[in-house]
């Protein structure tokens, strides 16, 4: 990465470039979430789970293929233990008795040397399933709060936390965004449910991770060249981490396409969400945070002043 060994790029002040893609990205996010509405999972909507076990292993693409037409839907189905149990995830509001017989009546005509039983049957209310997007939706909002706070007594100032919890709210309305904008579109379930949950919070922590490095060297600085300007500052502590930034994000780039990939179809909604996260979290590390730390600590000396 001999880009960067010396890099000496005018970042922040171009950060109004930043403003005006972050504040684009954000509005096309806000206004796909609101007018067609997050496309939730059956944790979040309710449904039927089940678990089907073979004598032997079955592909989890052809059963998902050959479900779809009689229940209406593209139910999710991903191998559980060795790999002779499927667990079958279908959204729907047919009856349960109905939908076992469906996946019974399937399974054996797709592998009549092969027999199946269905060992466990559990239906999502809609009452549990409000519950968990609540619970779901409130662990974003704590996590948020507890980074503000850990920010704000690491750093001792509140324009620290302000620009840190900018970017982490940044990177996850764009994330819903981009997922409500694609889905149906690709040809992968991005649907929003509790995995999914544990993507983006994923995402808050590894963006939160790259905003703390950026901020510890700008502490660094501070102290260091102490008559030259803050703005002046702020860009030369983003060029001496931009390497680390860069080096760091394209390894954990590289290990969740390879999940994409190689997954299955059951790990693309994660692995997806995380390729995004990587990236918003990468960029909004540079242009949002620090950008934002650098116009909140020139506006609080102008109000002192």
């Known amino acids: 990465m001999r880009l960067f060994e010396t890099a000496n790029y005018s970042i922040i002040p171009h950060r109004k470039v930043g403003y005006i893609i972050s ?21 979040f909507r309710g449904g039927i789970e089940i678990i ?32 002779r149990d499927m667990l079958i995830r279908i959204d729907t509001e ?69 620009g840190a919890v900018a970017a982490l709210a940044h990177d996850v309305i764009i994330t819903l965004g981009i997922f409500t904008i694609l889905h149906g579109i690709v ?45 002046k500052m702020v860009n030369r502590s983003i060029n001496n981490t931009l390497s680390r930034t860069v080096i760091t994000s394209l390894t954990t780039l590289f290990v969740v396409t390879i999940l994409f990939i190689f997954g299955g179809d059951v790990l693309k909604g994660l692995s997806f969400a995380l390729i995004i996260g990587v990236l918003l979290g990468t960029y909004s590390s540079i242009f949002v945070a620090s950008a934002l730390l650098v116009d909140l600590q020139q506006k609080t000396r102008k109000n002192i002043a």
Not at 140 to 149: C, P, R, T
């Open 187 to 231: 040809p992968f379930s991005l649907d929003i449910n509790q995995v999914l949950i544990a993507a983006f919070l994923t995402i808050v922590g590894y963006s939160l991770n790259d905003t703390v490095v950026v901020f510890d060297r700008i502490r660094e600085n501070s102290l260091i060249f102490k008559t030259e300007s803050f703005d």
């Open 52 to 83: 089907l076990e073979f004598e032997e292993p079955v592909p989890v693409e052809e059963i998902r293929s050959e479900l779809n037409a009689p229940l209406g839907t593209l139910p999710n189905i991903r191998r559980l233990g060795v790999g």
């Open 94 to 162: 047919m009856p349960t008795s109905e939908v076992q017989q469906i996946v019974t009546a399937t399974a054996a005509s797709l592998y009549p040397d092969n027999p199946s039983r269905i060992i466990q049957t559990e239906t999502v209310g809609p009452s549990f399933a409000d519950d968990l997007r609540n619970a779901a939706l409130m662990s974003i909002i704590f996590a948020l709060i507890v980074i503000f706070l850990y920010i704000l007594i690491r750093f001792k100032k509140w324009s620290y936390s302000a």
């Open 23 to 43: 504040g684009t990205l954000i509005l096309l996010s806000l206004v796909a979430i609101f007018g067609r509405g997050l496309q939730y999972g059956i944790d």
